[in-house]
């Protein structure tokens, strides 16, 4: 195990001796106090293996700033029919999906694979 | 953002006003303005509040009363409770199904801050209950129409009545919502493209609808009390004011407030045929789903937002907490579910 591995490894025992040994006695309000503090271990946790897989991932565009995209969203530069538009879109859902990654990876599938209907 | 039900025999009570002098004193208030000759016994803090405080007031006659007044830490939308006062009051006499408010308190001799008092009423808000708990809802199909009916009764409301409250209404009410939402996006620290382009998209699609209504503005499973089965009262009309009639629609049935049942399209507790159908029995208006799926998008947005907001809240060191730090950690499914609603892809 390297460093990073090994603060995981404590984050991942942390929390299975939280859920598995702590929980089940707890109360109703210490119950909901302890599972948020369990989510907030696996969260750290996956962000850990996960900024040691990936690299940074690139901004918006390798060009302009975050803020300059904001300014040319709102001035309608991206909007349909735009030439800049694709590739903003799929560099933003390749940034959320990673990020869900972390937060809340049960739902990631079905977010990516989606239909309009609801 | 859980709400409990009404604590029982809570004593968590906080420095202010459960000292009994304090009490005395807005037992006095209650009986010189006629809303009751009793002393009030007790006061414990009902639980759910982070915009404000909640206490139920426990009188020797054996009725019980809400006090509300302001939490310490408010967020960017909020308003005063003298604002909020006048809004419960406009739903009441409009015949929203609403607790009676009974009188407003700007003296701050009384508790130190201003307040309202409300009649109380029993039931249960707790959206994670609502929505898997059947012995809390035994007939799904009649809550979703009951809830639907009661937002067409607010949505009636005439134009004028809202105006003695709210002033003029805004030339488009959704464009306004969405210039709100962009402000809020400008008092966080680092840029949210993502929300931005959903934003942006939203502005297109819905910067020419003209509809006002007296809207809600946070329509939700867990803004609402069941008791029996049934809606006992609309709560927190805070953030109501002139709006479009689908963005209340589109907050309610939006998957961000469905408590883990992404079938239930009526808020986590019922159909989404049914609740439509309790809105049109009560407006007359029809609304097909695919005319909510733009409005559902803006409510992703609207909350992500806000969980951003929450997240600062925690990280700034206004309010450190847990629940709020978590908050920031709803945003990316949030906004890729917007991104899915409007097709950006």
Same mark, same amino acid.
Request: hydrophobic fraction near 40%; charged fraction near 20%; proline fraction near 4%.
């Given at each position: 195990m390297n460093a990073t591995e090994k603060m995981v490894d404590l984050l991942d025992v942390a929390h299975s001796t939280l859920t598995n040994e702590v929980v089940p006695s707890l109360s109703r309000q210490d119950r909901y106090n302890s599972l948020m503090v369990a989510n907030a271990i696996r969260i750290a946790a996956r962000h850990f293996?996960?900024?040691?897989?990936?690299?940074?991932?690139?901004?918006?565009?390798?060009?302009?700033?975050?803020?300059?995209?904001?300014?040319?969203?709102?001035?309608?530069?991206?909007?349909?029919?735009?030439?800049?538009?694709?590739?903003?879109?799929?560099?933003?859902?390749?940034?959320?999906?990673q990020q869900l990654a972390v937060d809340n990876p049960r739902v990631l599938d079905n977010l990516q694979n989606s239909s309009r209907a609801h | 953002m859980p709400r409990e039900p009404i604590a029982q025999g809570s004593d968590n009570v906080v420095a202010g006003l459960p000292d009994s002098n304090a009490l005395e004193r807005v037992g006095t208030w209650m009986a010189l303005h006629d809303i009751s000759e009793s002393r009030v016994?007790?006061?414990?803090?009902?639980?759910?509040?982070?915009?404000?405080?909640?206490?139920?007031?426990?009188?020797?006659?054996?009725?019980?009363?809400?006090?509300?007044?302001?939490?310490?830490?408010?967020?960017?939308?909020?308003?005063?409770?003298?604002?909020?006062?006048?809004?419960?009051?406009?739903?009441?006499?409009?015949?929203?199904?609403?607790?009676?408010?009974?009188?407003?308190?700007?003296?701050?001799n009384v508790i130190g801050k201003p307040f309202f008092i409300l009649e109380f009423v029993s039931g249960i808000t707790a959206g994670h209950l609502l929505a898997r708990n059947d012995a809390y809802v035994p007939d799904r199909?009649?809550?979703?129409?009951?809830?639907?009916?009661?937002?067409?009764?607010?949505?009636?409301?005439?134009?004028?009545?809202?105006?003695?409250?709210?002033?003029?209404?805004?030339?488009?009410?959704?464009?306004?919502?969405?210039?709100?939402?962009?402000?809020?996006?400008?008092?966080?620290?680092?840029?949210? *493209?993502?929300?931005?382009?959903? !934003?942006?998209?939203?502005?297109?699609?819905?910067?020419?609808?003209?509809?006002?209504?007296?809207?809600?503005?946070?329509?939700?499973?867990?803004?609402y009390m069941v008791d029996n089965g049934r809606v006992s009262a609309i709560l927190d009309w805070e953030f109501s004011g002139w709006g479009h009639p689908n963005e209340d629609l589109g907050w309610f049935t939006a *998957?961000?407030?469905?408590?883990?049942?992404?079938?239930?399209?009526?808020?986590?507790?019922?159909?989404?045929?049914?609740?439509?159908?309790?809105?049109?029995?009560?407006?007359?208006?029809?609304?097909?789903?695919?005319? !909510?799926?733009?409005?559902?998008?803006?409510?992703?947005?609207?909350?992500?937002?806000?969980?951003?907001?929450?997240?600062?809240?925690?990280?700034s060191g206004t309010q450190r907490s847990l629940e709020l730090a978590l908050s920031g950690r709803l945003v990316s499914e949030l906004t890729l579910e917007a991104m899915n609603l409007l097709e950006i892809r």
């Open positions: 293996c996960s900024t040691q897989e990936r690299h940074t991932t690139a901004p918006a565009s390798g060009l302009l700033g975050e803020s300059a995209i904001v300014k040319g969203i709102r001035a309608g530069q991206f909007d349909n029919g735009s030439a800049m538009r694709a590739a903003l879109i799929v560099n933003l859902r390749n940034r959320l999906v | 016994a007790r006061a414990s803090r009902l639980s759910g509040g982070a915009i404000q405080e909640n206490w139920r007031l426990e009188m020797d006659d054996g009725k019980s009363y809400v006090l509300r007044t302001d939490a310490d830490a408010a967020i960017p939308t909020s308003c005063t409770r003298a604002e909020e006062f006048y809004r419960y009051r406009l739903a009441f006499e409009q015949g929203a199904r609403v607790a009676r408010p009974n009188g407003f308190c700007l003296d701050s199909h009649a809550l979703a129409s009951e809830l639907g009916q009661l937002l067409g009764v607010v949505h009636l409301t005439p134009a004028s009545n809202a105006r003695a409250v709210f002033g003029a209404a805004p030339q488009s009410a959704a464009s306004a919502s969405i210039e709100h939402i962009r402000k809020q996006l400008d008092g966080l620290a680092v840029p949210h *493209p993502a929300l931005e382009l959903c !934003l942006r998209e939203l502005e297109v699609r819905l910067g020419q609808a003209t509809d006002a209504v007296f809207s809600h503005g946070d329509y939700r499973t867990g803004n *998957p961000c407030w469905r408590f883990g049942r992404p079938a239930m399209g009526g808020g986590g507790i019922g159909p989404l045929q049914s609740f439509l159908d309790g809105y049109q029995e009560a407006t007359g208006r029809a609304v097909h789903p695919s005319e !909510l799926v733009d409005w559902q998008a803006l409510a992703q947005v609207k909350w992500a937002v806000i969980a951003l907001h929450q997240e600062q809240r925690h990280v």
